[in-house]
Every structure is written in structure tokens, then in C-alpha cells.
């Protein structure tokens, strides 16, 4: 079956644009195009996961990986504190499944 890529993966696999801030062999990070606060980015991983309830223990790595890049980004922006927040599921308020962590700071 051939299944749509997210529009993140688009984003990873530059057939759309976007404010690239970040990027590694793991994950990458743009700028939410609908910005909540001066700075609001998006942790992505390159693996295609749909949301958190999609996880294995196999994603361990890949999700420590994305925790311990927050302050780092944080830092990188001139923050001093910030809000995180991971939206599951449409009842969640999960618009795009394909998981993503929002760091948002003022
Ligand atoms: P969620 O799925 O957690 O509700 O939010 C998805 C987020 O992705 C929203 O804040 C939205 O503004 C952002 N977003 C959706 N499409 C795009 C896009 O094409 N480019 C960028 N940079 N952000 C997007």
C-alpha cells in the first residue's frame, strides 16, 4: 500500500520549505509556520511515527535524543525558561501525525 508522507517528512525531505533551525541524522527542527509565541519550534524525528500511542521501546534512543536537544535550542535561542507540549491523537488536538514536540518560549 502506498501511504502519504506526513507533511513533516516533506519538510525533512525538502519537497516543501521551511525555517530549518536544527538538524542531525535523527530529527530536525523548524519554525511552526503559525508561531504561538516568539519562538515556537518543532522537534521532529526523521522516523515517521504517527503519535505517542505509535511508540516502541525501540524509539528510546530517538526520544531521549529529542528531550536533551530542548534546552539546547532553548539556549541557542536566548531563553531563560520554556513551555514544551506533545499533542496526541485528534482529541488531543493533534493536527499533523507525525510526532512532534513544540518548544515554545517568549
Ligand atoms: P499539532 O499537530 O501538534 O496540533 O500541531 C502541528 C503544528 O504544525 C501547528 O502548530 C502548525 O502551525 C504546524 N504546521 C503545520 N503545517 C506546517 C508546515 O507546513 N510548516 C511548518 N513550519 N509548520 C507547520
Redesign the pocket.
Known sequence: MNQEKS??SK?IDRE?P??IEYEDEKCIV?????P?ARV?L?VIPKKEIATLFDLTPDDKDLMAHMMLLLPQLANAQGLDGFKT???TGVSG?????HI?I?LLGN
Open positions: 507533511i513533516f519538510i516543501i521551511a525555517t523548524i519554525h511552526d509556520i503559525n504561538k515556537h518543532l507540549q506533545i499533542n488536538g493533534q493536527e499533523v501525525f512532534h513544540h
